[in-house]
């Protein structure tokens, strides 16, 4: 299986600092990444796929890239509503396999 | 609009049996495949199972292979989950998610249900 390894597992900003979490692969998975956001009761959120394409209505705010076993996700500038836990997901490969999750929280 | 609703969930012992739905509604529904997610409390999200979009293909992640199994009615636009052996570390929150295009392979999940809380426990 491929292991996805998110960091840092948790963190906490002031309205307007940039955020920036990092996903590793533990092989290459070339393009084949989704960043999803959930917030508390709620199910996840399609963000991003094949690393860096938006779903309609994401917040420019927001961008990712990468590709191979490395990948990063950013918000230049946190909202009160970007509040939540964040994934990255592959899908080179079955099983499809998620990172730990990086919870964002507001300092 | 696209709706997943998912129902079935509850509380059942270790070695029982329980069977979740999702209604799906707003798209077509026999394009598209179809998968399960879950999520532990206070964890991360887990991949269990997917259909294809006919139901002629069907993965399982190993904790639940032999144990549960994914099925499709296509004229009722519903996917099941038929668990059994129940364990207590199967207790999670479990999603349906429509994959993000028709006729693909369940790769990114663009529709999400509400969830189903299934509490194995004693």
């Known amino acids: 299986d491929i292991q996805m390894t998110q960091s840092p597992s948790s963190l906490s900003a002031s309205v307007g600092d940039r955020v920036t979490i990092t996903c590793q692969a533990s092989q290459d998975i070339s393009n084949y990444l989704s960043w999803y956001q959930q917030k508390p009761g709620k199910g996840p959120k399609l963000l991003i796929y094949?690393?860096?394409k938006f779903e309609t209505g994401v917040p420019s705010r927001f961008s990712a890239s990468g590709s191979g076993a490395h990948f990063t996700f950013t918000i230049s500038s946190l909202q009160p509503d970007d509040i939540a836990t964040y994934y990255c997901q592959q899908y080179d490969n079955l099983p499809r396999t998620f990172g730990q999750g990086t919870k964002v929280e507001i300092k | 609009q696209v709706q997943l609703v998912e129902s079935g969930g509850g509380v059942a012992q270790p070695g029982r049996s329980l069977t979740l739905s999702c209604a799906a509604s707003g798209f077509t529904f026999n394009t598209y495949a179809m998968s399960w997610v879950r999520q532990a409390p206070g964890k991360g999200l887990e991949w269990v199972a997917l259909?294809?979009?006919?139901?002629?293909?069907?993965y399982y992640a190993d904790s639940v292979k032999g144990r549960f199994t994914i099925s499709r009615d296509n004229s009722k636009n519903t996917v099941y989950l038929q668990m059994n052996s129940l364990r207590p570390e199967d207790t999670a929150v479990f999603y349906c998610a429509r994959d993000l295009v028709s006729y693909g392979s369940g790769r990114q999940f663009r529709h999400w249900g509400q969830g189903t809380l299934v509490t194995v426990s004693s």
């Open positions: 259909i294809s979009y006919d139901g002629n293909n069907k």
């Open positions: 094949d690393a860096s």
